[in-house]
């Protein structure tokens, strides 16, 4: 049996809603999903696409693979990776899908 590719598709309603990180015990908001909605050029298995994520300045989530419970919606198994937030008040991560 195969994984299911995420697509941009999987995400898109979601923006904006609170997402659980399940072992961190901690929420982000899924603030952004950026990417084009459209289908991939044959043999390609999807058009890539980022997920901002915006939460507290502290704690830092430290990169890894987390399991985020999407405000009524799925959970995923994520990896984040902080990235650098000009706004001192918070601290933004992504997930980059290729």
Do not use: W
């Amino acid at each position: 049996m195969s994984e299911k590719i995420l697509t941009i598709q999987d995400f898109a309603p979601y923006a904006g809603r609170n997402v659980l990180l399940k072992d961190f015990d901690f929420t982000l908001k899924l603030s952004a999903v950026e990417g084009v909605e459209h289908a991939p050029p044959p043999g390609v298995a999807r058009t890539p696409f980022l997920l901002i994520f915006s939460g507290p300045k502290n704690p830092l989530v430290r990169p890894g693979m987390y399991m985020c419970v999407i405000a009524d919606g799925p959970t995923y198994e994520l990896y984040l990776s902080p990235i650098h937030t000009p706004d001192k008040d918070r601290q933004d991560y992504q997930s980059s899908f290729n």
